[in-house]
């Protein structure tokens, strides 16, 4: 080996444009991946919350159709006319005369600080709320 050539191997430099380039491209591809793989996770993320909604639309309208039948079947006992057929055939119940009827008696907060007591069969009591003087 001469001389020259020694030097030709050490001088070698390498090109700093070289390296800027290869960063800035590594730079960018990764920005690129990284917005792609966001948009993908959103759309995964999307599909996986449609399903979830699908799902509980589902599940609501089970409800509700079973909350409509519970009103029914709470509406239907609680029936007067069915109470009453209940109460005649099963327990042997019958209508009560007039003379076996106890009424009771309410108290009803009069207005010069003395109180009165009314039965059923009497005037109705006046609905809560500010009395006209």
Do not use: F
């Amino acid at each position: 080996m001469t001389p020259a050539d020694q030097s030709a191997r050490l001088v070698r430099e390498r090109d700093p444009r070289l390296w800027r380039a290869m960063g800035t491209t590594l730079l960018v591809t990764a920005c690129l991946v990284g917005a792609v793989l966001g948009i993908v996770g959103l759309k995964v993320t999307q599909v996986r919350l449609s399903y979830r909604l699908d799902q509980l639309r589902l599940v609501r309208s089970q409800l509700e159709g079973v909350n409509r039948q519970l009103r029914v079947e709470h509406a239907t006992l609680r029936a007067l006319a069915r109470i009453e057929s209940k109460a005649r055939g099963e327990l042997g119940m019958l209508s009560p005369s007039r003379s076996q009827v106890r009424l009771a008696r309410e108290y009803v907060p009069g207005g010069g600080g003395t109180a009165s007591l009314r039965t059923a069969w009497e005037e109705p009591l006046a609905p809560p709320g500010p009395r006209a003087r």
